[in-house]
T-cell receptor, first 111, second 115 residues
Framework: QQQVKQSPQSLIVQKGGISIINCAYE??????FPWYQQFPGKGPALLIA?????SEKKEGRFTISFNKSAKQFSLHIMDSQPGDSATYFC??????????FGTGTSLTVIP | GAGVSQSPRYKVAKRGQDVALRCDPI?????LFWYQQALGQGPEFLTY????????KSGLPSDRFFAERPEGSVSTLKIQRTQQEDSAVYLC?????????????FGPGTRLLVL
C-alpha cells in the first residue's frame, strides 16, 4: 500500500513559471512532511519541510501548502529556473524515523 | 567530512555473488538509514540504526540482506547470493538528535547492477 501518492509523474514548465507538485497521504499519524530534491547521480537533498500545525511555509522561491482536512500537501516553485530541473519527492515519516517516499516528479524547466 | 559518503559508487556483480556496500555517515550522527531506490522510483526504507543498535529492519526484502554498524559509525549493507531484482541504487542517510532525527542527510548512493 502506497503511503504517499505523488502527482504528476513529470512536469515541464517554462522559465519564470510556477511548478506545482502534489502529494496525498492517508495516515493521520504523519507529523512531518518534507520535500526532497534529487539530481541525477546524487542522493536526495532536503528542500523544505512542514509540520501539520501550519498551513503554509515559504523559503525563498519554494513554498509548501498543507491541507490537513484533505490530507494533501503541495510544493510550489515560483519563478522556476532551469537549475530547478530535477526529480522531487514528497515524504512522510510514521512512528520512529522510517520515511515513506512518493514515486517522484521529474521537473524540466525550459529556458 | 562534509557529508555522507558511500562506497563503491558503482558495483557490477554476477548473479549469485555476495556484495558489501559501505556507508560513512556524518560525524556524530547517531541515526543511520539504508534505502533502496529502483529506477524511476522513490527510495524505499530498508533498515535503521541508532548508534550500533539495529532498531528496525522491517524493510529488508529477504534474509539475503544483512546490515551492521558494529561501532556505531560506519555501516555495511551486505547482500548475499545477489539476484537480478536486487539491481538498484542503495542510499544511506544519517541524522542527528540535534536535528530531531527527522532531517535525514543522504549520501550519493551505490548503484548495483546484477547480471
Amino acid at each position: 500500500q502506497q503511503q504517499v501518492k505523488q502527482s504528476p509523474q513529470s512536469l515541464i514548465v517554462q522559465k519564470g513559471g510556477i511548478s506545482i507538485i502534489n502529494c496525498a497521504y492517508e495516515n493521520t499519524a504523519f507529523d512531518y512532511f518534507p520535500w526532497y530534491q534529487q539530481f541525477p547521480g546524487k542522493g536526495p537533498a532536503l528542500l523544505i519541510a512542514i509540520r501539520p500545525d501550519v498551513s503554509e511555509k515559504k523559503e525563498g522561491r519554494f513554498t509548501i501548502s498543507f491541507n490537513k482536512s484533505a490530507k494533501q500537501f503541495s510544493l510550489h516553485i515560483m519563478d522556476s529556473q532551469p537549475g530547478d530541473s530535477a526529480t522531487y519527492f514528497c515524504a512522510a515519516p510514521l512512528s520512529g524515523n522510517q520515511f515513506y517516499f512518493g514515486t517522484g516528479t521529474s521537473l524540466t524547466v525550459i529556458p | 567530512g562534509a557529508g555522507v559518503s558511500q562506497s563503491p559508487r558503482y558495483k557490477v556483480a554476477k548473479r549469485g555473488q555476495d556484495v558489501a556496500l559501505r556507508c560513512d555517515p556524518i560525524s556524530g550522527h547517531v541515526s543511520l538509514f539504508w534505502y533502496q531506490q529502483a529506477l524511476g522510483q522513490g527510495p524505499e526504507f530498508l533498515t535503521y540504526f541508532q548508534n550500533e543498535a539495529q532498531l528496525d529492519k522491517s524493510g529488508l526484502p529477504s534474509d539475503r540482506f544483512f546490515a551492521e554498524r558494529p561501532e556505531g559509525s560506519v555501516s555495511t549493507l551486505k547482500i548475499q547470493r545477489t539476484q537480478q531484482e536486487d539491481s538498484a541504487v542503495y542510499l544511506c542517510a544519517s541524522s542527528s538528535k540535534e536535528a530531531g532525527f527527522k532531517t535525514q542527510y543522504f549520501g550519493p548512493g551505490t548503484r548495483l547492477l546484477v547480471l
